[in-house]
């Protein structure tokens, strides 16, 4: 676009350039180009033409009565004395009026006729034809005229000189072609050439020539002029070189160029257009791979040698070449390329200017947006930009300020440093500032830019900041979080091992009697249920300040109702014993918790250094055995670590092991206690037990196998199993009776337990009537909610719920009439006092009313003997099962008892 552009202005100079030297509006120029050039060449006359000036004091000394033309008959007759070739009477003899010297001339032009030539002049044109002023007849006749004054011709404009004119008919030369013979081809016209000095022809005065003051062979052979000494009568021409000149000095001149066959011609405005063009096309050809600079000097050197070739020409052929017109077409090429450069200059200072300015805003922004603090200080100490954030922080309008006036000293402090003494920060530094009366903490750096590009910032600082009050709180309370329980404000797991640890650097330490006690609060569970959460934290808090009295000891709650105690300096099993009863003792006084009273019990595992080594991880683990063993006993006690316990492990690891194998192995199978109706003996019902027959121990109890089960995982595959087998075996058989099934707590809270009884059921074929699943009351305690809904989509299945073991748990009786339990079976435990003790029967027997009234079921559990099913029967319980009717086994064996035989005898032993 842009060089299309310079094109265009190229080829419009050149146009413009070639209009103009058609036009001639040059010709000025030219004619000054060619006066240098006429001074150049400067070059003398021939001398062979001789000017007789007719000065004042000559016509003063004429003699009265001869005349002015008797005087130039004097003249005439000197001259030929002198030994003149011939002689022009260059004065204008046109008039008729009568002269005192017309005889003496007329006499005198007789006598060397054909040697002397009068003038005609110029005086006007008409008709496209020349006026002339012919001599007067009486001379014209003798000494034929030549025609001066012809100098221009009649292109004046060309300022060529005409060699002939013509009038009425007549060809009439010219003074200048006339003088010089001998010359046979003529041009019609030509330039004078102006190199030849005027100074250099030959002039004398009249008074000269007849004083004899001249050199006597000054005339010999001469061809002689005579005129007026002023020429001014006659006119004056404007040529080159010269400005104003005579009309006779020109025509001398051009006799001069005659004779020295300088007769110049102009060589026309072809050739200049030519080499306009040409001089062009070379321009538009190597313009855009040149410098400006070099784009001139070529110009320059383009137009100097031509004008050295038109010099060369003008000199040797007497060519003119009119060079005017080219230099101008140059002079236009290089504004054209001026004014472009300048364009382009000004249009990518227009462009870094906008792209400084966009750059400028966007930094702004930047500054402005930026996530962090951010305050940009120049090296007046004024600031120069300001994140919102820090506005926010340290206070609006901070563009333009000093920074003493708004920055607090930590900042203010750096930001000097850095501008006083190029002293940047290497690294975030933290402090605190308050801002607006809150102290904040707050991390910064400073450092420092040089910016050249604006003259009034120079170097600047830039100082960034961040709030970060926030994060620290958060770190430290992670790291309080991470060492210590957020409740009681105990240590935690992790930072009581670590204490352990300290206690244990060296070998030697574990001589000190390093001593770890585990407790575990019992009944902790039930002030939660039964006062509530709140109350439950405070007594746990109680719990550590009262364990905190106890000296130099750390206190660590391990997790809900765990806690561990570190003490130093038990040395012998007894002082371990005695340290573990007082923390049972101090457990375990009544905690008063806004107006109630409660009380919880504490089994302590401990072990010490002495004991487990030196390893923090063995002690506790040890200690942590022994609160497992102390656990299972009932009431307060106290554990100590012995070595047989660590064997304990290993059976525990044996058993998951044997576990996994017994479920891919088949080596359980599932055994089935009836289930039968107290009134009639009539056998309804049968639970499915699962039995273990390891190759080796033999037969496990399920009280062994079903908590490791548990503990592993694989509760949930082998439940999956019990439930597959239990329906697929009852379905088979010809008495519909019911099926109950036990589930483990774990197979509701991790397992599909809705989704493993419709696959039972879907596989085997049995109607989800004829089926109930057994749970116990911990699946109730815990996360009551989510095991309601599922207790709801089972009886939605229509499938029976069962609350097994009743009265040994927690035996909240709430829940009996919110959940979707059908069947209520009381524990053994009660039914194995009857008839005698009065406590227990009382149990059953509102056990009983209550599930009437609440319109469940009641199954009997562990009827041993026939007054526990008769007393049963009669307290109004519907369904009995135990040894007393038959214990549990394998299915064939319940085949047969179902079949009629077998079913009599229960029949006999109910009603009988
Ligand atoms: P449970 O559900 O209360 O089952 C009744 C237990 O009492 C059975 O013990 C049964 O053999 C025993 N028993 C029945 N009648 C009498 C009696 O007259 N006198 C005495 N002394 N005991 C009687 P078992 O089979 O050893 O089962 C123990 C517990 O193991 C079961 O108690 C049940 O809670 C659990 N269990 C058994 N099989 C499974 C199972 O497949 N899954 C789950 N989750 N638990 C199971
Ligand atoms: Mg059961
Ligand atoms: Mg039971």
């Not at 102006?194 to 022809?201: C, E, F, L, N, S």
């Not at 109706?677 to 056998?683: F, K, N, P, Q, V």
């Given at each position: 676009m842009d060089r299309q552009r310079q094109l265009i202005i190229i080829a419009a100079v050149c146009a413009f350039t070639l209009v103009g030297v058609a036009a001639g509006w040059f010709a000025a120029l030219d004619g000054a180009m060619r006066d240098v050039r006429f001074s150049l060449t400067n070059r003398p006359a021939t001398g062979e033409i001789i000017l007789v000036e007719i000065d004042a004091e000559a016509v003063a000394n004429t003699?009265?009565?001869?005349?002015t033309r008797g005087l130039y008959a004097r003249a005439i007759e000197e001259l030929f004395i002198r030994g003149a070739r011939s002689v022009t009477?260059?004065?204008?003899?046109?008039?008729?009026e009568p002269d005192p010297g017309d005889a003496a001339l007329v006499r005198t032009l007789q006598t060397h006729a054909g040697r002397v030539r009068t003038i005609t002049t110029h005086r006007g044109e008409s008709g496209g034809d020349l006026t002339l002023a012919f001599p007067s007849p009486l001379f014209a006749s003798i000494a034929p005229p030549v025609y001066i004054d012809?100098?221009?011709?009649?292109?004046r404009l060309k300022g060529t000189y005409d060699t002939t004119a013509m009038h009425d008919g007549w060809v009439i030369e010219s003074f200048a072609t006339a003088l010089t013979p001998s010359r046979d081809i003529r041009p019609d016209s030509f330039f004078v050439d102006?190199?030849?000095?005027?100074?250099?022809?030959p002039r004398v005065t009249l008074s000269n020539l007849f004083d004899g003051n001249?050199?006597?062979?000054?005339?010999?052979d001469r061809d002689v002029v005579i005129g007026l000494a002023s020429y001014a009568q006659i006119s004056t021409q404007t040529v080159p070189r010269y400005g104003m000149l005579s009309t006779p000095a020109v025509e001398l001149l051009a006799a001069e160029s005659v004779r020295q066959d300088r007769m110049l011609r102009s060589m026309g405005g072809m050739p200049v257009g030519i080499i306009i063009i040409a001089g062009t096309l070379v321009f538009a050809i190597l313009r855009p791979s040149m410098t400006l600079r070099s784009a001139l000097l070529g110009s320059a050197a383009y137009s100097g040698v031509l004008e050295f070739v038109a010099l060369v020409l003008q000199v040797h052929s007497g060519l003119l070449l009119e060079t005017a017109g080219i230099h101008v077409a140059q002079a236009g090429l290089i504004i054209a390329a001026f004014w472009h450069e300048l364009e382009q200059k000004s249009q990518s200072l227009s462009k870094a200017s906008r792209e400084r300015d966009a750059m400028r805003s966007m930094l702004e922004r930047v500054v402005a947006d930026n996530f962090d603090g951010v305050v940009v200080i120049d090296r007046n100490k004024t600031i120069r930009a300001a994140s919102r954030l820090a506005e926010d922080l340290v206070g609006p309008?901070?563009?333009?300020?000093?920074?003493e006036e708004v920055l607090p000293a930590p900042f203010r402090h750096a930001l000097e440093r850095a501008l006083d003494h190029?002293?940047?920060?290497d690294a975030v530094c933290e402090t605190a500032i308050a801002f607006k009366d809150v102290e904040r903490v707050i991390e910064f750096v400073v450092t420092l830019s040089d910016i050249d590009a604006d003259e009034s910032t120079g170097r600047v600082a830039c100082l960034t900041f961040r709030d970060v009050t926030e994060r620290r709180h958060d770190e430290e309370r992670m790291s309080y979080l991470a060492l210590h329980d957020?409740?009681?404000?105990a240590a935690s797991r992790a930072r009581f091992l670590d204490e352990v640890g300290k206690q244990l650097i060296?070998?030697?330490?574990?001589?000190?009697?390093v001593g770890v006690f585990l407790i575990g609060l019992s009944r902790l569970k039930t002030i939660n249920d039964t006062l509530g959460h709140a109350h439950g934290d405070a007594l746990l808090k109680q719990v550590v300040s009262r364990l905190d009295l106890l000296g130099p000891i750390s206190v660590a709650r391990l997790e809900g109702n765990a806690f561990a105690v570190l003490r130093q300096g038990l040395t012998t099993t007894d002082d371990g014993r005695a340290f573990a009863d007082q923390l049972i003792e101090t457990i375990s006084r009544p905690y008063h918790l806004d107006g109630h009273q409660a009380i919880i019990g504490a089994r302590v595992g401990m072990s010490d250094s002495d004991l487990s080594g030196s390893s923090p991880e063995a002690i506790v683990t040890h200690a942590s055995l022994a609160l497992s063993i102390a656990i299972d006993q009932q009431g307060n006690c106290a554990v100590t670590f012995s070595k047989d316990m660590d064997a304990r492990i290993k059976t525990k690891q044996d058993m998951e092991i044997a576990l996994r194998a017994a479920l891919s192995n088949n080596e359980f199978t599932v055994h089935y206690q009836p289930q039968v109706?107290?009134?009639?003996?009539?056998?309804i019902g049968v639970e499915a037990l699962t039995r273990w027959t390891h190759p080796l121990l033999g037969t496990v109890s399920p009280a062994e196998f079903i908590p490791a089960a548990e503990e592993t995982g694989l509760i949930l595959e082998l439940g999956r199993w019990v439930l597959d087998t239990a329906c697929a075996e009852v379905a088979t058989w010809d008495k519909p009776v019911r099926l109950s099934v036990n589930v483990s707590p774990l197979q509701f809270d991790y397992g599909d337990i809705v989704g493993d009884v419709e696959a039972a059921l879907a596989a085997s074929?049995?109607?989800?009537?004829?089926l109930q699943v057994e749970i116990t009351e911990s699946l109730l305690v815990t996360e009551t909610s989510r095991a309601a809904t599922k207790l709801l989509a089972l009886r939605d299945i229509g499938v029976g719920v069962a609350l097994d073991?009743?009265?040994?748990?927690?035996?909240?009786?709430?829940y009996l009439g919110r959940l979707p339990i059908d069947t209520i079976k009381i524990d053994q435990s009660f039914i194995r006092g009857?008839?005698?003790?009065a406590e227990a029967s009382a149990i059953v027997r509102t056990v009983l009313m209550l599930s009437e009234s609440l319109g469940k079921n009641v199954v009997a559990e562990g009827i041993e003997t026939q007054d526990q099913a008769w007393l049963l029967r009669l307290a109004g319980c519907k369904i009995g099962q135990g040894y007393y009717f038959a214990?549990?086994?394998p299915a064939a064996q319940i085949i047969a008892l179902l079949s009629g035989a077998e079913q009599d005898k229960f029949t006999t032993r109910m009603i009988g």
């Open positions: 003699g009265v009565g001869v005349g009477l260059g004065i204008s003899v046109s008039s008729r012809a100098v221009m011709g009649r292109d102006y190199a030849i000095d005027y100074a250099t022809v001249t050199a006597p062979e000054f005339f010999l309008g901070l563009v333009g300020k000093r920074l190029g002293d940047a920060m957020p409740l009681t404000g060296k070998p030697a330490d574990r001589f000190r009697g109706d107290l009134e009639t003996g009539e056998i074929g049995l109607a989800p009537n004829r073991d009743f009265g040994t748990g927690y035996s909240s009786l709430s009857l008839p005698q003790d214990r549990p086994a």
